[in-house]
């Protein structure tokens, strides 16, 4: 059967408009990179990052400058203190009250799967945390300077107080206690209590979040 091409110069027309989508789309990735790529010189301070809004939502956490470690749900210095931490429900003992937040610290549970060898998102404590562990004497050393934290809620958190998709700035927060407690299977877990500054308090449902995909 033979086709017969249109010759009013749809073709060309169409094709001009896919390259200049394609064109639009490969300018926004690059603005976007820009951007964070601006933004993660801040990664390693304390308090808010310039340009970045409580309520602003990226789809992952590679994506989000305002907590710069792709795995950790801490990011700090056990010398200086924590910039920032994630909220994502890691571990059941965390509690999420919006204003209020108690957070268990890292460490001392089997991240990777003994039959498979594959990493999972938790598995069953096995032994105390310590305040040596990955990123928990940096909370520590925050409730003794009282540097603020930045706090991000992940879509994964169980809480009324996360975002429906993605990881969302959620402000910054001051750590007001650490201590050790014992859980049920015998096992000792670090424990911070963090409250949201007067000057960030929390928004729940941001009627003007920005959103970066």
Same mark, same amino acid.
């Given at each position: ?16 408009c896919a390259a200049s989508s394609i ?5 926004? /990735?690059? /603005? ?20 970045? /809004? ?9 994506e989000c400058p305002v907590h710069r ?139 003007k979040a920005r959103i970066f995909l």
């Open positions: 059967m033979l086709t017969v091409l249109p010759t009013d110069g749809t073709i060309t027309a169409t094709a001009e064109a639009e789309i490969q300018k926004e /990735e690059q /603005e976007r990179k820009q951007r964070n790529e601006r933004l993660l010189k801040f990664a390693k301070t304390f308090g808010s990052i310039p340009g970045v /809004e409580v309520g602003d939502t990226w789809s992952s956490r590679a470690v792709p795995m950790q749900g801490i990011h700090g210095s056990k010398d200086d203190g924590c910039y920032s931490i994630a909220i994502s429900n890691l571990y059941k003992y965390d509690s999420d009250f919006g204003e209020t937040v108690i957070y268990t610290g890292s460490g001392g549970f089997e991240h990777y799967d003994p039959k498979s060898g594959k990493r999972r998102r938790t598995g069953p404590q096995v032994r105390d945390q310590q305040w040596s562990d990955f990123g928990n004497m940096s909370l520590y050393v925050s409730r003794e300077t009282g540097n603020p934290v930045r706090v991000i809620r992940s879509w994964k958190t169980v809480s009324k107080y996360a975002p429906a998709f993605g990881y969302r700035y959620d402000g910054l927060y001051t750590v007001k206690d650490a201590w050790k407690e014992q859980t049920e299977n015998g096992f000792k877990i670090c424990r911070y209590r963090l409250e949201v500054s007067k000057a960030s308090r929390l928004v729940s449902c941001p009627m």
